[in-house]
């Protein structure tokens, strides 16, 4: 196969794309979508402030190593979980990485905060991933909130994004899809999220990383074993396999065409956030889900 930009031999073949790239031209093609999605979605300007949430993986440190060369003025935030399997292993990923690219880097430790994720594991009946999820969207909203920065970047792919779209349209979960999408505005104390990798499968990321020499984390989190959308996945990626581009087409399609009517939904029941009681935090209830945690482990010694 040649490549589609300059005709030399291809070494990445995208059938989504009817292309193919060799290694100098994927770099400009991932570029070009990252662009793409920042401009299309309004995600953000050069003069915000932004703080990318670093896991150690390939989506996110593909994700500041882009924003980086395009010249945005960016932040890492790793949140460490202290579990013994994986943390150590995604946390020095992440400071070799952030070092090296000299990109300033936030570390916070769960531990200090008495929320080490294998502790809350052993006191709960249900599996940890759910917290665990809700503890880091927590810390990472607070720190990027406290410190200022006007946006927060995740490194959400297109099959995490199609995925759990998929999850929230088979069961109807009006809430979840109003609030589904690469951009989520600042408000109700809560920094603006914003997902740039949303045009961009893992396969297209774990690509860029070959290429461009990002050594990432390839440690599993013990605990994600049959994680919640990896069926999901699963039946997307057979579509995917039948039908290129679907994932990509299935995903703008409901940007442009769904998302509003759910979110309309959502602002007709109007449910405000309130400062959580004990932290401050915004929160639906009276006090926050962090909060809680907190208190059920002090509460069970
Ligand atoms: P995941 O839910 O593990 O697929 O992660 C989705 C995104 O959340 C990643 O691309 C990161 O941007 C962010 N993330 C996950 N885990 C961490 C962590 N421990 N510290 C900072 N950011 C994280
Ligand atoms: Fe949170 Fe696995 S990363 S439970
Ligand atoms: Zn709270």
Redesign the pocket.
């Known amino acids: 196969m040649k490549c589609t930009r300059c005709r030399q031999k291809a070494v990445v073949a995208l059938p989504s794309h009817t292309a193919g790239f060799c290694a100098p031209c994927y770099l400009v093609y991932f570029e070009r979508q990252v662009q793409r999605a920042i401009k299309e979605r309004r995600l953000f300007k050069p003069e915000d402030k932004i703080i ?4 150690g ?1 390939k ?2 440190l593909a994700l500041a190593s882009q924003l980086k060369s395009l010249g945005y003025d960016i932040s890492g ?3 460490d ?1 202290a579990i013994p399997e994986s943390s150590p292993t ?1 946390r020095e990923h992440v400071e070799k990485f952030c070092d090296s690219r000299a990109i300033p880097l936030f570390v916070l430790e769960m531990k200090k905060q008495g929320l080490a994720i294998p502790k809350v594991k052993s006191r709960i009946k249900r599996p940890v991933c759910s917290i665990c ?1 809700k503890i ?1 969207r927590y810390y ?1 909203n607070k720190l990027a909130m406290d410190k200022g920065f006007t946006a927060l970047a ?3 792919n297109l099959d ?1 994004e199609t995925a759990r779209l998929f999850s929230n349209l088979f069961s109807w979960n009006e809430a979840y899809l109003g609030d589904q999408g690469p951009y989520l505005p600042e408000e109700n104390g809560f920094v603006r999220k914003v997902k740039p990798l949303y045009r961009l499968s893992e396969f297209e990321t774990a690509s860029f990383c070959f290429i461009a020499k990002i050594n990432y984390c390839l440690a599993p989190c013990p605990y994600s074993r049959g994680a919640s959308f990896s069926f999901y996945k699963t039946l997307l990626d057979e579509l995917e396999h039948r039908q290129p581009g679907r994932k990509l087409s299935f995903y703008e399609g409901f940007l442009n065409k769904g998302q509003k009517a759910f979110a309309m939904l959502n602002e007709e029941r109007g449910i405000t956030p309130s400062p959580c009681r004990e932290c401050g935090y915004p929160t639906s209830e009276d006090i926050c889900g962090v909060c809680r945690v907190k208190s059920m482990l002090a509460d069970s010694g």
Request: proline letters at 0%; hydrophobic letters at 40%.
């Open positions: 990318i949430a670093l896991s993986g989506d996110s935030l790793h949140i979980l995604a999820g880091k990472l995740t490194g959400h995490d």
